[in-house]
Antibody, heavy 114, light 112 residues
């Protein structure tokens, strides 16, 4: 059974940093691209970052480029999202997803507020 | 960026009846390999989204065959036949053809 378990969320002040983790199990982690997708409260889905199976390439939308960094440790089957210079508009539930978003974690809430 | 537009915003359905949700893309989602990269997801109340349909018309693992997807290069339809209580939630279409990957605004399905 595929499982994706996120952690690391919480309340953070604007301009500060936070790092999310996602531990994967139930599939061969190093065979798949992985992606972070977020959902602001009461809003729709927004793609945040993707990484290839080897970690050799990463992709971001303009809204987070230069502030967020996606990475992975294939030996630990773990995906990360380093979020710097956080803004109030980054407040959302962040989901870890496998491949072409065929499996989603339970999500982790990030609140950016003073 | 490819814009995905869904309609209606909400739909109310009598259990046992069918429902259709539309999604339109601002650009063709047909790749040169013949695959149309539109996907459908359902987010049940208080839950994470789950994949229903991939590559326009393929049913994801474990999804009842009451769900079906169809369409052209830019216009897509998710049909739910014999709606059940467990189908309640918000349906999203998404395009995975090109970066940035984008989603429609969602269609809320509720029961009458």
């Amino acid at each position: 059974e595929v499982q994706l378990v996120e952690s690391g969320g919480g309340l953070v002040q604007p301009g500060r940093s936070l790092k999310l983790s996602c531990v994967a199990s139930g599939f061969t982690f190093n065979n798949y691209w992985m992606t972070w997708i977020r959902q602001a409260p009461g809003k729709g889905l927004e793609w945040v970052a993707s990484i290839t199976n080897t970690g050799g390439s990463t992709y971001y939308p303009d809204s987070v480029k230069g502030r967020f960094t996606i990475s992975r440790d294939n030996a630990k089957s773990t995906l990360y999202l380093q979020m710097n210079s956080l803004r109030s508009e980054d407040t959302a539930t962040y989901y870890c997803t496998k491949g072409r978003f065929d499996y989603w974690g339970q999500g982790v809430m990030v609140t950016v507020s003073s | 960026d490819i814009v995905m537009t869904q309609a209606p915003l909400s739909v109310s359905v009598t259990p046992g009846e069918s429902a259709s949700i539309s999604c339109r893309s601002s650009k063709s989602l047909l790749h040169s390999n013949g695959i149309t990269y539109v996907y459908w997801y359902l987010q049940k109340p208080g839950k994470s989204p789950q994949l229903l349909i991939y590559r326009m018309s393929n049913l994801a693992s474990g999804v009842p065959d009451r769900f079906s997807g169809s369409g052209s290069e830019t216009d897509f339809t998710l049909k739910i036949s014999r709606v059940e209580a467990e189908d309640v939630g918000i349906y999203y279409c998404g395009q995975l053809l090109e970066n940035p990957w984008t989603f429609g605004g969602g269609t809320k399905l509720e029961l009458k």
